[in-house]
């Protein structure tokens, strides 16, 4: 229960972090969407630990196996199932973690729920699980861009008390690429990386804020009530580990703003109807307005700090915990696609969901 997503484009994901490995299975993928294991390595490959000292050391490869469901580089409209082997668990790492809660951490809430968990790695609750939703993104983000031209870049606005100064209109995957950090002000981005390099060094933690930005989204996206667009991404972002919070558009900030000041007006132009301002972030009443899809999620700091921290036994003893293992001390930048994939996979599932209940008798008058 609770490992699958999706009502159409549907993934389901599987796998412990020091298991034999992680995966997915896509379902209710269309058929003829051309997909090559290289282009789901290039996302897995921003997702890898060990790409700088800012993330985790643990030396995974992360290649991608694609089992089922592509042939000849095209889906074939059936199941689409992704393998990645977990290769360098070093299981002892966590002994501690067995008989210690970790703080802020999953570790007594698993325990609570099942009466079990593997602890090696953080089991399901390790990031490994994120490596199937970046896999079956990827597919659910080419088929966007097949039918629409859809573009989803999402880069780190925040880490700590750094905000970068940048505007998503004009934020491209390339300049997010630039620095280790995925923030596209490269000023910023030094000193958020000296920042995360310092918590690393002291043994501690920072958390920070993904911005996302979806362009070219066609109009008429997400299903009202319960399935507002807002309400699928924000269950989307909040289904990721770390993760505290959800904006869409002016988010929290609009409460300081007048209704005059707030609305975006509309106008007419090149035959479409578009709004002046953005501050609905791209949806209204829950439907995509064909605007820039503008969302921003909240990260924790890391709940694994190299500190001795008090907490308890699963016996309820007391005791001090000084973790060892290989940590993110900022999981954000590594996060970026993660966002990215889990976008694509709302927005997929709701194209597709459109095709199944728009214009039955044919195209509207
Ligand atoms: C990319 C990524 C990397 C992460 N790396 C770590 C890590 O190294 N250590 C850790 O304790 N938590 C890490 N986390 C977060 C944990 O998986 C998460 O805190 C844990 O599952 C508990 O869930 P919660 O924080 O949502 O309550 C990472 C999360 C993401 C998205």
């Known amino acids: 229960m609770g490992n699958t997503f999706g009502r159409v484009f549907r993934i389901t994901t599987w796998g412990e972090s020091h298991g034999g490995a992680v995966g997915v299975v896509v379902d209710g ?9 290289e282009e789901i390595q290039v996302e897995l490959d921003r997702r890898r630990p060990g790409q700088s000292l800012i993330t985790s050391q643990r030396r995974e490869t992360d290649t991608v196996q694609i089992l089922s469901g592509v042939f000849e580089g095209q889906t074939l409209g059936t199941p689409v199932s992704m393998m990645v082997t977990n290769q360098d668990a070093r299981s002892q790492d966590y002994s501690e973690m067995q008989n210690a809660y970790r703080p802020s951490h999953a570790d007594f809430t698993y325990d609570a729920k099942f009466g079990i968990r593997d602890y090696r790695g953080g089991g399901r609750t390790s990031a490994r699980e994120t490596i199937g939703r970046v896999a ?19 880069y780190v606005q925040q880490i700590y008390n750094l905000e970068a ?9 390339a300049l997010v690429e630039e620095n280790p950090v995925r923030c596209p002000d490269s000023e910023m981005a030094r000193q958020m990386y000296e920042l995360i390099d310092q918590a690393r060094r002291d043994g501690d933690s920072v958390g920070g ?14 299903c009202p009530v319960f399935d507002r667009l807002e309400a699928d991404l924000a269950k989307a972002m909040l289904s990721l580990p770390a993760t505290k919070g959800f904006e869409i558009g002016s988010g929290f900030s609009g409460v300081l703003m007048k209704g005059s000041e707030h609305n975006d007006l509309f106008f007419a132009s090149e035959g479409r109807i578009r709004t ?7 949806v ?28 308890v ?7 001090v915990l000084k973790p060892r293992g290989r940590h993110d001390p900022c999981v954000v930048p590594r996060a970026v696609t993660i966002v990215e994939a889990m976008a694509a996979l709302v927005l997929a599932d709701h194209d597709l969901r459109n095709q199944a209940i728009r214009n039955p008798a044919g195209p509207a008058a």
Do not use: W
Not at 137 to 154: D, N
Not at 165 to 173: G, L, N, S
């Open 29 to 37: 993928c269309p058929p003829r969407i051309p997909i090559t294991p």
């Open 276 to 282: 002046r301002t953005n501050f609905s972030g791209g």
């Open 284 to 311: 209204q009443g829950g439907i995509s307005n064909g605007e820039d899809i503008l969302f921003r999620v909240a990260f924790k700091p890391t709940a694994t700090i190299l500190r001795p921290q008090e907490t």
């Open 313 to 319: 036994t699963p016996q309820g003893e007391s005791t």
């Open 165 to 173: 100064r940048v505007d998503p209109r004009h934020v491209t995957r």
């Open 209 to 222: 804020i993904i911005e996302c930005v979806i362009r070219h989204a066609p109009p008429g996206l997400g």
């Open 136 to 154: 079956g993104g990827t597919i659910a983000r080419k088929l966007l861009h097949l039918r629409h031209g859809v573009e989803i870049v999402a």
